[in-house]
């Protein structure tokens, strides 16, 4: 039998409208010379570590996970090329416009070409329903290695599709000995098969996406962490909220101080054998939007996370960066389906620290990560930040033009370091 859709998967899946798709992309970029063949059977080689990734959502009246029978990887993955003076942002934003086909396993990959000094970009899209952190995870956590390798993929298996049965109401009720759990497991794929009628009943209101990112030195934002005496994240979510305070201010809007989802990794002693160490928790904070001052706002987030730090449940960047796999892809996943804690708010920001030392694709070195996350509900604004090998890129999503994005977070650096 398949596996059940779950009460929160149904939650994720529903946000994904046709007018305002919701899912994430994650962004590789390399340093060249790939092409789609060798790309294709590294994907291939890697599949089985991410079953979900064969799977759709099928069946009435209780909804799981089926692998797809007519699974074909060339039917996920394209190449396209930048047009002349394109950016990479406004590309992945019309992208990120498009909806995933529920008739196929809701994830695609474009290898991009086009980019300044012959770099390409490896970008994934995916509905975060489909990665739980504990058995399913990003396949991009396993598609890297810490070393260049120049030997070529190997020949995977055969795949034979094998949970192709649609999940049956009784079967699932005798398969539990407490009535309990059998309830609670039926509700969840129940709920996961009247999802896409709940999108129909309360359609979302179509928006025109913006995207814009910047890569800034860990080395600076270091420095600024020595100066206050505050943590890495403190100060990477203080930049977040000068680009959000500039957003306001370029639309012309009365500035606010708005209510961020900002998930938080914690540490519990039974979740400690999931995939990234950790449970990724939905936590809310007032975003000090409305304070003028670069270093009253940075002390004003640190204030915030100090009790979370003193608790003792938050986990230390550097245990998540030490993990093993590339973490931070399925890490990205799992923080943006804490939407489905369902407390209204307009911003999400996302920290997720990535490794020091250089990831590779078979002998291609990664020159930069980052992710962007489509905004939900009543969001605004989404704001995914990464560090991996001596930078620290932050992105963002949102419903209006991100123009100054760029400049307002590198203004708040030098505020910061003076």
């Not at 963002?396 to 991100?402: C, I, M």
Request: charged content about 20%; glycine content about 6%.
């Amino acid at each position: 039998m398949s596996d059940l859709v779950t009460t929160a998967e149904a939650s994720l899946l529903a946000r994904d409208r046709d007018p305002a798709p919701w899912q994430q992309a994650l962004v590789l970029v390399v340093a060249g010379g790939l092409d789609r063949a060798e790309l294709a059977a590294r994907i291939a080689e890697r599949l089985d570590y991410a079953p979900r990734f064969r799977r759709v959502v099928t069946g009435w009246p209780v909804a799981g996970w089926v692998d797809d029978a007519n699974f074909n990887l060339d039917g996920h993955l394209r190449e396209v090329t930048l047009a002349s003076g394109q950016r990479l942002e406004s590309w992945l934003a019309e992208e990120l416009a498009t909806a995933l086909p529920r008739t196929h396993p809701l994830w695609r990959v474009a290898l991009v070409h086009g980019l300044p000094s012959g770099a390409q970009a490896i970008v994934v899209r995916v509905n975060p329903a489909m990665i739980d952190g504990y058995d399913h995870i990003h396949l991009f956590q396993e598609l890297f290695e810490d070393r260049a390798d120049d030997r070529g993929p190997s020949e995977p298996a055969p795949w034979q599709p094998t949970q192709t049965t649609a999940p049956d109401l009784a079967a699932v009720l005798s398969g539990f000995r407490d009535p309990l759990v059998a309830a609670e497991r039926a509700v969840g794929g129940a709920l996961g098969a009247l999802e896409d009628g709940l999108r129909r009943v309360s359609p979302a209101d179509a928006h025109s996406l913006q995207v814009a990112g910047v890569e800034v030195e860990l080395a600076e934002v270091k420095r600024i962490h020595d100066r206050f005496g505050c943590t890495i994240h403190d100060v990477v979510v203080a930049l977040a909220t000068a680009g959000i305070r500039q957003w306001y201010l370029d639309q012309g809007r009365e500035l606010i101080d708005p209510l961020a989802l900002v998930p938080l990794a914690i540490t519990e002693p039974q979740v400690l054998e999931s995939a990234i160490g950790c449970r990724i928790a939905p936590s809310f904070d007032r975003l000090p939007v409305t304070t003028s001052d670069a270093s009253a706002r940075l002390q004003a987030i640190a204030t915030l996370t100090t009790v979370r730090r003193e608790s003792g449940l938050s986990v230390p960047a550097r245990d998540l960066i030490d993990l093993a796999g590339f973490a931070p892809a399925t890490v990205h996943a799992v923080a943006a389906g804490t939407v489905s804690a369902g407390r209204p708010h307009e911003v999400t920001v996302v920290n997720v620290p990535g490794p020091d030392q250089p990831r590779y694709l078979g002998r291609l070195r990664v020159r930069q990560v980052f992710a962007a996350t489509t905004v939900t509900d009543s969001e605004e604004i989404t704001v995914t930040i990464n560090s991996y090998h001596g930078k620290v890129s932050l992105t963002a999503a949102a419903v209006a033009p991100l123009d100054t994005w760029a400049s307002a977070i590198r203004a708040e650096l030098v505020a910061l370091g003076a």
